[in-house]
């Protein structure tokens, strides 16, 4: 079995990200069976995740992210998230 460094699958994410490189994260770093939950909805599957993505990217053409600071949490940890401070 393959070991797969999580630290570095969310540096690739966020930098396919923020080059709008969803092909790339879809068959690179998504399975087939991903789920995926946020403020919009809640998605079964890699089919319905892509029209959100495209959706996003579209509508956001400029968006990009910058990140200073990846970390793995401990399993069944908690973060509590802030309100970001970015203008679109």
Do not use: C
Request: charged share 25%.
């Amino acid at each position: 079995m393959e070991t797969v460094d999580a630290l570095e699958v969310a540096k690739e994410y966020m930098t396919w990200s923020s080059e709008h490189k969803l092909e790339e994260i879809w068959s690179e770093l998504m399975l087939p069976q991903t789920t995926y939950e946020n403020a919009l909805g809640f998605y079964s599957s890699l089919e319905e995740i892509k029209p959100m993505m495209r959706k996003f990217f579209s509508d956001f053409e400029g968006v990009h992210w910058e990140t200073d600071n990846i970390f793995i949490l401990p399993k069944d940890s908690v973060i509590k998230s802030g309100t970001p401070d970015f203008a679109l």
